[in-house]
C-alpha cells in the first residue's frame, strides 16, 4: 500500500491525473480504514485529502449552500447557515451514526463509498442536490440522481475527485418533510431502510411530492413513479394498492445480515402511507 499526502489542491488534481491505477482518497477514514482491515483493499494508492482547505467547509452564494467535500457531519449538524437554510437536511443527518463518528465522517466519503445504506443520499436525494467533480482539466457539476450507475459505481472519471456538494436555499422551503431511518437501535445503527420525503398541498391535493428511498436498492433512489402518480390527487382519489405495485416495480429489497426482504418492503410501505396519511 502506498499513501501520499499531496501538498495542496493543485498537486492533487495533478498526481491523481498522471496515474490510471485504482487510487483511493482517505477523508475521515471511517470507511476506508475498515476495508483495508479487512483486506478489501490491497496495494493501492491512497491519497490523503482532509487537509485541503479547497475541499472543506460550508459557504454560501445568492441561491446555493456549498457544502466542501471533506465537510464532517459533525460541522453540517452544527452549522448556522445549514441550520438557517436545511434545517430538515441538518435535523436528518443527527441520526448519523453517532457523535464520535459524526465528528470523523465526511459528507464526501458518504457519497463516494456508495454503500445503499449512507444516510445523506436519500436527504440529497429529495433536495436535489448537485455534486461537483473536481479534474485537472476543470470542474463540472452532476445531478445526484445521475451519479450512481451500479452497486458502488458511480460516473467519476478515474481522474475525478468529488469537491462540494451545491443544494439550493430553497430546497426544502415551504415544504412538509419527512425522514425515517429503520435500524435495529436509535443510536449507532445502519439503516434497513430510510424514506426522505418533501410535499406540497394545496387545496386538499398533492400539488409536489419527491420521495427517496435508501437501503432497498443497489443504490438509493427517487420514487419516481409514485411520485407521478401521487401527484394532483386528493388523499381520497389515491388507491394504495397503485402505489404498492409502483413501489414493487421501483424497489428490489435485498435480505442480508441486518434484516430480510420481506421486512424492508412492508417498512417502506408503512413509511410511505405514514407520510401521506394514508
Ligand atoms: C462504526 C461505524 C458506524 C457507521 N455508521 C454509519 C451510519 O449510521 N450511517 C452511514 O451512512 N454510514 C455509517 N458508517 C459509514 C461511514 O462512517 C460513512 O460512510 C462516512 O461518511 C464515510 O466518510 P469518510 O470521510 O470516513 O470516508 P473515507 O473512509 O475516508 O472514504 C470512503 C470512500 O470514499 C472515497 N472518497 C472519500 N472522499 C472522497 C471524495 N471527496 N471524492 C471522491 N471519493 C472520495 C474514498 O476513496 C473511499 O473509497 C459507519 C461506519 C462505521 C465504522
Do not use: W
Request: hydrophobic share 40%.
Amino acid at each position: 500500500m502506498k499513501f501520499f499526502k499531496p501538498e495542496n489542491i493543485e498537486t492533487l488534481v495533478q498526481s491523481i491525473d498522471a496515474q490510471s491505477s485504482k487510487r483511493y482518497y482517505l477523508a475521515g477514514g471511517t470507511d476506508i480504514n475498515v476495508q483495508i482491515k479487512n483486506g478489501m483493499i490491497k496495494n493501492a494508492e491512497i491519497i490523503y485529502i482532509n487537509h485541503i482547505p479547497e475541499l472543506y467547509g460550508i459557504s454560501e452564494s445568492e441561491d446555493f449552500i456549498q457544502i466542501g467535500a471533506t465537510t464532517t457531519f459533525f460541522d453540517i449538524i452544527k452549522s448556522d447557515l445549514i441550520k438557517k437554510y436545511l434545517p430538515f437536511f441538518q435535523k436528518s443527518l443527527e441520526a448519523f451514526a453517532s457523535p464520535l463518528l459524526q465528528a470523523s465522517a465526511t459528507i464526501g466519503g458518504n457519497i463516494a463509498n456508495g454503500s445503499p445504506t449512507a444516510d445523506v443520499l436519500p436527504l440529497l436525494l429529495v433536495t436535489k442536490a448537485k455534486l461537483e467533480l473536481k479534474s485537472n482539466s476543470g470542474n463540472r457539476q452532476i445531478p445526484i440522481d445521475m451519479f450512481f450507475t451500479g452497486y458502488k459505481k458511480n460516473v467519476m472519471h478515474t481522474n475525478e475527485l468529488i469537491s462540494s456538494i451545491i443544494i439550493s436555499k430553497n430546497a426544502e422551503k415551504g415544504y412538509q418533510n419527512f425522514y425515517e431511518k429503520v435500524g435495529a437501535r436509535k443510536s449507532l445503527t445502519i439503516a434497513k431502510v430510510a424514506l426522505a420525503g418533501l410535499k406540497k398541498e394545496s387545496d386538499e391535493k398533492i400539488e409536489e411530492i419527491i420521495l427517496a428511498v435508501g437501503s432497498l436498492n443497489e443504490y438509493p433512489r427517487r420514487l419516481y413513479k409514485i411520485e407521478e402518480y401521487v401527484t394532483g390527487k386528493k388523499l381520497t382519489e389515491i388507491d394504495f394498492k397503485t402505489v404498492d405495485e409502483l413501489l414493487q416495480k421501483e424497489i428490489t429489497p435485498i435480505t442480508d445480515l441486518r434484516s430480510d426482504k420481506e421486512y424492508r418492503y412492508h417498512v417502506c410501505v408503512n413509511l410511505i402511507r405514514s407520510f401521506l396519511n394514508l
